[in-house]
Nanobody
Framework: QVQLVESGGGLVQAGGSLRLSCAVS????????MGWYRQAPGKQRELVAA???????NYADSVKARFTISRDNAKNTVYLQMNSLKPEDTAIYYC??????????WGQGTQVTVSS
């Protein structure tokens, strides 16, 4: 059974940094797109950042210039470096991977809390 295992969430003060990681437990064929989503209380889940196999990235406007997504294709792992964190970044962050058949896989979520 395939699982996405996330790590790196936690509590940080505004202006601080966190690095999220997401690794595949099991096997996913031909992972094309990897990404991070987040969901704050009372809000819909939203895309934070995504990266294709060839390294093309896409960011939500609210995190541009503060967050950086990267991936290690050999390890089937995706990272999210989050700098200059703000209280409004507080949310549960979910890892997502999409394979060559456009099937989506999701992590269990990791809590990020930014205090003011």
């Amino acid at each position: 059974q395939v699982q996405l295992v996330e790590s790196g969430g936690g509590l940080v003060q505004a202006g601080g940094s966190l690095r999220l990681s997401c690794a595949v437990s099991g096997s996913i064929f031909n992972i094309n797109l990897m990404g991070w989503y987040r969901q704050a209380p009372g809000k819909q889940r939203e895309l934070v950042a995504a990266i294709t196999r060839d390294g093309t990235t896409n960011y939500a406007d609210s995190v541009k210039a503060r967050f950086t997504i990267s991936r290690d294709n050999a390890k089937n792992t995706v990272y999210l470096q989050m700098n200059s964190l703000k209280p409004e970044d507080t949310a549960i962050y979910y890892c997502n991977m999409r394979d060559g058949w456009l099937r989506d896989y999701w992590g269990q979520g990791t809590q990020v809390t930014v205090s003011s």
